[in-house]
C-alpha cells in the first residue's frame, strides 16, 4: 500500500468511528421521552461536545502567548518547551469539558421525564462520559493529523457539518414542494451559496509576493549563487478555525456563566433576545471580535521582526528596502494591510447570513457562513496535502 493510500485508509476510518459514536446516546435517558431516536441521538450522543472544549483551550493558550512573552519563549525552546505547552492545553480542556459536560447533565437532569433515573449518579457518569468523548477525539484529531491526511480537528468538526446537508437539503425540497418557500428565494440561496464558496476560494488562494533578492554566500563548503525569490504572505493570516469559532464564544461565555451564577433574570433575558444571531448588537460585537483577533492572531503567525532577522541571516534582501528594522517595519506595513482585508472578508463570509436575516430575508435553510468557511478551506488544504503526497512515493516515482 503507498503512503498517499495509507494515510487515506487512516483518516477515512477515524472519520466514520466519529460518525459511529455521534450515533451512541448518553446512558440514563429515559426511552420515552423520544431523545435515542437517530436524529436526536447525534445531538445528546457521548460526542456531544465534539472538540469545542479543545479547540476554546487551544485558542485561549495562543492568544495568552501573543500577549505574555514567557509563554511565547517557552514555545520555541523546542519539543520539551511545546509538550509543556500541550499539557497546559489539555488541563485548559478539562476545565471547560467537565463545565460544559456538568451543565448538560444538569440541565437534562432538570427536565421533567428526559432522566429515566435522576440522581447524583447520572450527573456523575454523564459528565465523565461527555469529557471523555472530548478527549477521545481530541486523540481522533491528532492521529489523522500525524498519521492521515489533513487537520484533524478541521476534518472533524467538517464532517459534522457536511453530515447536516442532506437533511437541510431535504426540508428545503419538502418547504418547496409545499409552497412554503417560493423557487426565487431558493435560487437565490444557490447563487449565494455558490458565491460564498468562490470567494473563499479567491481570498484562501490569495497571497501577496514579497520580492526578495539572495546574495552570493558560502556555507561550508557549498556555494550558493545570487537568486530572486518572493516571500508569500497570506491574504488571510489569521486562518479560519480561530475568528470562526471564538468570535461568538467572546460574549456568549459570559452569558453563559451569568445564566450559572444568576439563574434566569429579566436582564439576563435582554440581553440574550439583544445578542440573537442576526441582530444588530450581535453583527456589530462580532465584527469587531474577529477583527481584533485577526491582527492578534495574524501577529503571532507573521512576526514581521523574525522573518528580517531570518532573511538577514541567510543574506537576503528586500529591493530598495534596508536589512534588519526597515525591513521589519515594510513586512509589518504589508502584514497590517493584508489582515485588514482578510478581517474584512472574514466578517463577510461570517455575517452574510446574519445580514440578510436581520433585513427580514427568511432563508429556507440553515445558511451558516462559518460552517462554509470551515468546510471550502478544510477540502483546500486535503486538496494541497494530497497533490504533495502524490508526487513523490517512497521511491522516488509518482504514486
Known sequence: ???????????????????????IPISGLSPQAGLLQPNAAARLSIFSLVIFPYLSAAIIIQLVSVVWGRLSALERSGEAGRRRIARYTLSLTLLFAAFQAFGIASTLQSMRGLVAEPSAWFLISTTATLVGGVFFLVWLSELITRHGIGNGLALILSV??????????ATTIELLRQGAVSGNLVLFNAILSVAVVAMIVLVESARRNVPVQYVARQVGKRVFAPRASVLPIKLNSAGFLIPVTVAPWIFN??????????????????AYAHLTY??????????IAVFLLAFIYAARVLDP???????????????????????ADHLDRIASLTTVVGAVYLVAVLLIPAALLASGTVLPYNFAGGSVLIVVCTILDLKKQVRELSRINRGGERI
Open 160 to 169: 459534522g457539518i457536511v453530515a447536516a446537508f442532506p437533511a437541510e437539503v
Open 278 to 287: 442576526g441582530k444588530p448588537l450581535n453583527i456589530v460585537l462580532i465584527s
Open 1 to 23: 500500500m503507498s503512503e498517499l493510500a495509507r494515510r487515506i485508509a487512516i483518516t477515512i476510518g477515524a472519520l466514520l468511528i466519529y460518525r459511529l459514536g455521534c450515533f
Open 253 to 270: 461565555l459570559p452569558l453563559a456563566l451569568a445564566t450559572l451564577v444568576f439563574g434566569q433574570t429579566l436582564w439576563l433575558a435582554a
Open 305 to 327: 521582526e523574525h522573518a528580517a532577522a531570518t532573511l538577514q541571516k541567510l543574506g537576503g534582501t528586500i529591493p530598495d528596502v534596508a536589512p534588519g528594522d526597515a525591513t
